[in-house]
């Protein structure tokens, strides 16, 4: 059974940093690009970075390049992400991500609240 379980979220401060974890199970980890993504309240879902299964190239939305970096590590079936310089427009429920045969797989969420 496939399980991805982010963790790591929590409420910062302005410019603050936190760093998000992805526990995976059930399927071969290695095998696939892995991916996150947020939402906040009343607005749509958006992309936030993505990871290669092989050669680990990376990509970022514009919004969070240059403040977010997205890391695997195949040995523990974990794909993090380490979020510097937050923002407010950054709080969002995060959720990790990946798609086999069609399907889209999903966390359940970690939410990030930054504010003062």
């Known amino acids: 059974q496939v399980q991805l379980v982010e963790s790591g979220g929590g409420l910062v401060q302005p410019g603050g940093s936190l760093r998000l974890s992805c526990a995976a199970s059930?399927?071969?980890?290695?095998?696939?690009?892995m991916r996150w993504f947020r939402q906040a309240p009343g607005k749509e879902r958006e992309f936030v970075a993505s990871?290669?299964?092989?050669?680990?190239?990376?990509d970022y939305a514009d919004s969070v390049k240059g403040r977010f970096t997205i890391s695997r590590d195949n040995a523990k079936n974990s794909v993090d992400l380490q979020m510097n310089s937050l923002k407010p427009e950054d709080t969002a429920v995060y959720r990790c991500?990946?798609?086999?045969?069609?399907?889209?797989?999903w966390g359940q969420g970690t939410q990030v609240t930054v504010s003062s």
């Open positions: 059930g399927f071969t980890f290695s095998n696939y690009p």
């Open positions: 990871i290669t299964s092989t050669d680990g190239s990376r």
């Open positions: 991500n990946f798609l086999r045969w069609g399907l889209n797989y």
